[in-house]
């Protein structure tokens, strides 16, 4: 019986211990419910596949030289940010990992751990210009903190997939003339882990660039609140030089990426704004790289080439201008901004300075300057700046972390969010609360021309800053101007203030 015993108990153990084994299998090899797997120390490659749909071509690259052993060929053609320092490099079945996609799902491994990704089309993109590409955003089932931002074309993929504080990101980095028929593009993978912060501190610009005479008015909180209300649209023209045009392997994907992010931010609820694209402009792109001061005045140069004029032809409240030329400088953003601003410029490459890189033109450099600038628009400005319309910073563990609109190029460390009293923020630092009272006014820069009301004052062609005071005031006690004439409307007084800011 005691023999008998003990072999019942042995053999209870060795299933009991069977199952564990299976346990921790079967673990390995499905959705994680927790946040800790994707910071593991997990060798396992590529860093993330999507899978199926992956093939792994060289694996943990350190310098971009090493890839010139493995055949790759003009290894200088080749948009690998300068911050990143270890990447895998992989192609996709981008049309069959496209059909997936639509779908609504599809699968992902990182590092070792297997994901299943819900997505669903965002509504910017629905509503944006219908461009063949497409942008999506969901969670990782079972993770929490696990989220995932796509875009894609007929040929390549943008996408971050973030788990707590680190990112995985999917770069396609071959130029435009190296696209060929049926051949799957290059990309590389790397997490956020990888990367270096800048080697100079750098200004991402050096703050709202005022248009002559322009001084926002306490009168001007009036016209705020007559146009406030829930969701509102703001239409925005997106521009390129033939620069960043050809050495992108796409650069209408490139930069629906990042204003699918910038719309993400402007879209949440204590803002309550919506970015729509009306056109990714490519129409003028040799004009912009033959100007001569493309360089040294970018904002200037493209608002030569895209007066409001032309704004207000493609039915554009607001226009930018993402540049392939590393300006002069120690900056790479500037904004005409609220109010009756309408341009802004954001650098796309890597920017030098005194022999270092204050800015790596990486995804994540390009979106958080991009919302930078739009940031401005809204009147949104930077730390130390009057009022409660300040960037905010904040430490979490040993890391520290900076909103948005702060004035000097943090690396990964920069958050794409604005500061706000709901979150990342409090009631000084919150320029969520600005954009919100400001969104109203600048929809309504671009309006449809219903007849211009009398105005005795205008006997010149040239708007004044005192006929706009008047007009306010008027406008203010419901008096209008002459007899026989209209009630001045509020997008009447917008659109005196946007010809007066923009005159030569």
């Given at each position: 019986m005691k023999a008998r015993t003990r072999t019942t108990i042995f053999t209870a153990l060795v299933v009991i211990l069977l199952l564990a084994g299976t346990s921790i299998v079967l673990t390995g090899c499905t959705s994680t419910p927790v946040s800790e797997s994707v910071r593991m120390d997990n060798e396992e490659r590529p860093v993330l596949e999507f899978e199926g749909f992956t093939q792994m071509m060289i694996s943990s690259v350190n310098t971009k030289s090493e890839l010139g052993a493995h055949g790759i060929p003009e290894l200088e053609?080749?948009?690998?940010?300068?911050?990143?320092k270890q990447f895998d490099l992989v192609t996709f079945n981008v049309t069959d990992l496209r059909n997936r996609i639509q779908k609504g799902s599809v699968s992902l491994r990182i590092k070792g751990n297997s994901y299943d990704a819900e997505l669903k089309r965002t509504e910017f993109d629905i509503r944006s210009v219908d461009n063949g590409i497409y942008s999506y955003r969901g969670t990782l089932k079972g993770v929490n903190d696990g989220r995932i931002a796509l875009t894609i074309s007929s040929r390549a993929v943008i996408a971050e997939v973030t788990i707590g504080d680190e990112s995985i990101w999917v770069k396609p980095v071959e130029p435009r003339k190296r696209m060929k028929g049926g051949e799957h593009r290059l990309h590389i993978v790397y997490s956020s882990k990888d990367t270096e912060l800048p080697t100079r501190h750098g200004k991402i610009d050096n703050g709202p660039v005022r248009l002559s005479s322009q001084t926002p008015t306490e009168?001007?909180?009036a016209l705020e609140v007559a146009t406030s209300g829930s969701t509102t649209p703001v239409e925005l023209l997106v521009a390129t030089d033939n620069k960043f045009y050809e050495d992108e392997d796409d650069w209408e994907l490139t930069a629906q990426g990042i204003i699918d992010e910038a719309n993400n931010q402007f879209n949440r609820d204590d803002i309550d704004l919506n970015l729509l694209v009306v056109d990714y402009d490519k129409?003028?792109?040799?004009?912009?790289?033959n100007d001569p001061d493309i360089k040294s005045k970018p904002l200037d140069t493209f608002k030569k080439h895209f007066p409001t004029s032309y704004l207000d032809s493609k039915s554009a409240d607001l226009a930018i201008y993402l540049g392939g030329y590393d300006a002069d400088g120690n900056t790479h953003g500037e904004t005409w901004p609220y109010l009756g601003g309408r341009h802004a410029w954001a650098q796309m490459v890597k920017d030098w300075y005194l022999g270092g890189w204050t800015y790596d033109g990486s995804p994540h450099g390009r979106r958080v300057t991009t919302i930078h600038e739009l940031g401005h628009f809204f009147y949104a400005d930077h730390e130390g700046s009057a009022g409660y319309r300040q960037?905010?910073?904040?430490?979490?563990?040993?890391?520290?972390y900076y909103t948005v609109m702060w004035s000097t190029n943090k690396g990964s460390n920069g958050k794409y969010e604005f500061s706000s009293d709901d979150y990342n923020g409090d009631s000084t630092h919150d320029n969520a609360r600005r954009i919100n009272e400001t969104k109203g006014v600048v929809a309504n820069y671009n309006i449809d021309d219903n007849g211009t009301p009398c105005n005795p004052w205008d006997d010149d062609g040239i708007i004044t800053a005192s006929e706009i005071m008047s007009a306010i005031t008027l406008w203010s006690a419901q008096t209008p101007p002459a007899p026989g004439c209209d009630l001045l409307t509020a997008s009447d007084i917008i659109s005196m203030i946007t010809t007066w800011s923009n005159q030569s």
């Open positions: 053609e080749l948009t690998i940010p300068i911050s990143v009168e001007i909180r129409s003028k792109r040799h004009n912009l790289s960037a905010y910073d904040w430490w979490s563990g040993l890391n520290h």
